[in-house]
């Protein structure tokens, strides 16, 4: 099973069905639970339950024990989180045969384990949407990341951000549904809005946002660079649209009605609000905020010596907004505030996803980001990891199979929160290799935030592997190995994937034939994986060669 349990004792036997589940509050959401990992199961609900839940005291949230005999299923938790993590287990435990026999305890090694979805570079159709969510719940996730600002786009409904350009937007009703469905599956959504920076859109719809270019003579010189990326300069050529004007009161005005709106649909402890990147000068990706002159005046007024520290008291305000509606807020840490601890309230958590040095790198220091994270959290700080050199899901020189295998959100027990694996242009249709490739990647950073050992990638793990991210066991190993398949390196286009052995496709594609897409939880994977091998398949009766993901498209330069 994926995550691995830490205590798994297998007996002889199987218990068969029917399922016959207690007729108590707990019975009615497993029984929605199981039905959504196993689509074509028959559960029944009665006083002669088969299935015992019991609650119990546990000392970690999420813990549990799970027992299987030839005659009934006992499974005892503490919390929700437990009982939905039993039912995970459980529903992996099931072959044609009936549930395997067995005896489990088990328990998380981290807290926050989370997969970000980007939703604001590309639209997600909710059924895919919700297929990865139940994935997640699958793999024992308990947060869901939900990307819904970015440069290009706010992809939900809005009153108070207008859709000037069009873009396909999530009412506020099918995100509350969403949220609903997530909390019957033991997820909370961590809705993520942006600030100061990714605010083209924003400045877009509201062009008050725009700093007040003192200038412009030198706004222009900045963005003249070769490498400028055109759709975030000015519509006059004046200035960067990169970041909004950070020293503006109404500035926050607006943010205030934007995070009471996003409030009132995710009911969640947190709210994450951007703040990575501040500039990427040779992309024209700039703030203008020293070179404004309503920032020049907030700098003058605070005695604020540099334009970092108006990024902190810009975080410092914004905090009293989230804390104002009952949100705990998170940033992504910006490399340029990792010499010392930054100046922000310590109840603001740091998402840690790039050190210190340059951005396209090969290797990164592990000293360097063991001194990083251990400085913040000295500081007071809690902190989770994302460090995108581990935990990304989209370039070549980012997850792989080898490093994850010797990865775990907190070697150095610094007492990080746990980890993230993010999933960035998600939506756009130019990295539809997403389809086939995502749900490995997630079950595969699902057991590295739930166990600190690792484990040797034999055939039994890459079949465990392909088992998780499908929703169906005893399909044996695929003669196309998914890790190789899925995380083998691609190229920094990112247009090709080579495939070390696209001979055994036709094999692998033979295997999930008899798979329904009616009896799994992961219908829409299911035909990408299988139109992924064919195209593999094609290719190699078309070109007599090793094939890649050409057929996937190139991907988009990144906002």
């Not at 639970?33 to 196993?38: D, G, I, M, P």
């Not at 395997?100 to 570079?121: G, K, N, Q, T, W």
């Not at 009412?171 to 609903?180: K, V």
Request: charged share 25%; net charge negative; proline share 6%.
């Amino acid at each position: 099973m994926i995550p691995r349990a830490k205590e798994y004792k297998k007996n002889e036997g199987s218990f068969s069905l029917p399922l016959v589940l207690p007729d108590t509050k707990d019975g009615n959401s497993a029984a929605l639970v199981l039905s959504r990992f196993l689509p074509a199961l028959s559960v029944k609900k009665g006083a002669d339950a088969n299935v015992k839940l019991i609650t119990a005291k546990t000392e970690k949230k999420g813990e549990y024990t799970l027992k299987v005999t030839p005659s009934d299923i006992t499974a005892s938790y503490g919390d929700f989180e437990g009982l939905r993590n039993a039912l995970a287990t459980l529903a992996s435990l099931y072959t044609d045969e009936g549930f395997s026999a067995c005896e489990i305890s088990d328990a998380p090694s981290y807290h926050f384990r989370s997969v970000l979805l980007d939703l604001a570079r590309g639209y997600v159709e909710l059924p895919v949407l919700r297929e990865h969510l139940v994935r997640m719940a699958y793999l024992k996730y308990n947060y869901a990341h939900l990307h819904l600002m970015d440069a290009k786009s706010y992809v939900m409904e809005s009153e108070v951000v207008p859709n000037v350009e069009g873009y396909r937007q999530y009412t506020r009703d099918e995100l509350r549904e969403l949220c609903a469905f997530c909390a019957e599956m033991g997820i909370e959504i961590i809705p993520e809005i942006e600030f100061p920076t990714h605010t083209r859109s924003l400045i877009k719809a509201l062009p008050e946002l725009a700093c007040d270019i003192i200038d412009s003579e030198r706004a222009r010189e900045i963005i003249s660079v070769p490498n400028v990326i055109k759709s975030l300069i000015s519509d006059d050529g004046s200035s960067s649209t990169w970041a909004i004007c950070i020293g503006n009161d109404r500035t926050y005005e607006i943010y205030d009605r934007i995070i009471k709106e996003v409030c009132e649909v995710f009911s969640g402890e947190y709210i994450h609000v951007g703040g990575d990147e501040i500039a990427y000068p040779h992309l024209g990706a700039v703030p203008n905020w020293d070179n404004c002159h309503v920032c020049r005046a907030r700098m003058k007024e605070k005695g604020i010596s540099d334009t970092l520290a108006l990024y902190h008291d810009g975080f410092c305000r914004l905090y009293e907004v989230a804390a104002k509606y009952g949100k705990r807020m998170i940033k992504w840490n910006e490399q340029e505030e990792l010499a010392t601890p930054p100046a922000i309230p310590r109840e603001i958590i740091i998402e840690y996803w790039k050190p210190s040095v340059a951005y396209f790198v090969k290797e990164t220091d592990p000293a360097l980001i063991r001194s990083e994270m251990k400085m913040l959290r000295d500081a007071g700080f809690d902190v989770f990891n994302a460090h995108f050199y581990y935990t990304y899901n989209d370039e070549n020189s980012y997850m792989t199979a080898e490093k994850m295998n010797a990865w775990t959100p907190d070697r150095d027990s610094l007492g990080l929160m746990g980890g993230e694996t993010c999933a960035w242009e998600l939506g756009n249709p130019r990295y539809a290799y997403y389809a086939h490739r995502l749900p490995f990647g997630m079950a595969l950073f699902a057991d590295r935030v739930w166990n600190r050992d690792t484990v040797p990638y034999d055939d039994a793990y890459r079949a465990d592997l392909f088992a998780s991210a499908l929703g169906k066991n005893g399909l044996g190993s695929l003669p196309l190995s998914p890790i190789p398949a899925i995380l083998s390196p691609i190229p920094h286009s990112r247009a090709e994937c080579i495939q070390p052995e696209p001979e055994h496709a036709p094999a692998a594609l033979e295997a999930i034939a008899d798979v329904k897409t009616d009896e799994i939880y992961a219908p829409h994977f299911l035909t990408a994986y299988r139109d992924y091998l064919r195209s593999l398949i094609d290719h190699q009766e078309k070109n007599n060669a090793p094939v890649g993901e050409a057929a996937f498209g190139e991907a988009a330069i990144k906002e």
